[in-house]
């Protein structure tokens, strides 16, 4: 292999944009991947109904970040996509987050106001000053039916671990609502690109220093790679060093098992997505990706979406003990000269996808001090 100055392993958010930040800077790019397309877990493509699909789950793209705004419609169109998401509770059907109308309709009431909502939830709520624990975070906002009917069973089946054995961040993610607001996110700009995510990633690698190389495997041929200035790596952080002796102790991550569902009618459900909180079912929701953008066909593709422990991992399990496991391999990492571990599983923390771009940007800024202002020398697809 040609030497290159810079060397990313993976072709997600956070590579993708390090790759294109440093070709404008005039670096020679090599990224790699060992699946065999870039755009990460955004990867979509049109399925055999002809409908924009997901390959590794729903993407939601929502920010307040105006720089992160600006950044990525530099490289494809957008369309208003404001997501919502329903729940089968029991025999109803209610929105997510947890609004007036859910209340209501679980408990056939008829709460009508802002303040009627205030109080319903603070009658209900068992009061943590300081939640330990993912099931009092969610006790201390909603009390103790809903932490049962939407909360408690649903984050068993996503991460293997009932709510008290997580850090109650993860808990602490999920807004209620004092209101009839029914969306999921309330970011000021919230959007899907027109085109795809896939088409989005190649127009933000779409540079002459960038070199692409896919179905490659790093640490099959990193013995072949010498010459370059700086190293950004973003998978599993314990991959990296599982050849270390001191670091034996493995990291765990959830991965999600997709079954994909061709149907021979016109839509299947109401709703893009709609989530499955209770015990009678092992998947946690059913995505119908015709829903985006009012896709036309036909037919319809549904995906259920099992979490499981073994594949691809797709998200860090933040508790006490894998914290104190990623705290030594961040201290071998920070010992590393020019090499840089950026992005969701490299760091071992959740980042929604603005937070994955800004990550990058950050990084890309912190290190090239020089650089002008990224908004002022990005150039538009």
Known sequence: MKNYDILIIGAGISGSVL????ARKGKSVLIMDKRDHIAGNCFDYKDQNGILTSK???HLFHTNDEGVWKYVNRFSDWYKWEHKVIARVDDKTVPIPVNITTVNTLFNINLTTEVEMQKWLADNRIEYSQPKNGEEAVLNRVGEVLYDKMFKHYTKKQWDKYPAELHASVLERIPVRDNYDDRYFSDIHQALPKGGYTQMFENILDHPNIQILLNTDYFEVMDQLSGYEKLFYT??????????????????YRSINFVTEHLEK???????????????VEFT?????????????DKTTIVKEFTVDEGEPYYPVPNEKN???????????????????????????YFNMDQAFRNALDLFEELECSEPKILE???SF
């Open 19 to 22: 790759a294109e930040r440093y």
């Open 56 to 58: 590794y789950g729903a």
């Open 235 to 252: 998978g599993p952080v314990d991959r990296f060093f599982e050849f270390n002796d001191k670091l034996t102790e493995k990291l765990e």
């Open 266 to 280: 016109e839509y299947f459900q109401e709703n893009s997505v709609v989530n499955y909180p209770g015990k009678d």
């Open 285 to 297: 929701r059913i995505v119908e990706y015709k829903h985006f953008g009012n896709q036309q066909s």
């Open 323 to 349: 914290q104190e496991i990623y705290s030594k391999y961040k201290e071998e990492a920070d010992k590393l000269t020019d090499v840089y571990f950026v992005g969701r599983l490299a760091n071992y923390k």
């Open 377 to 379: 020398n990005a150039q």
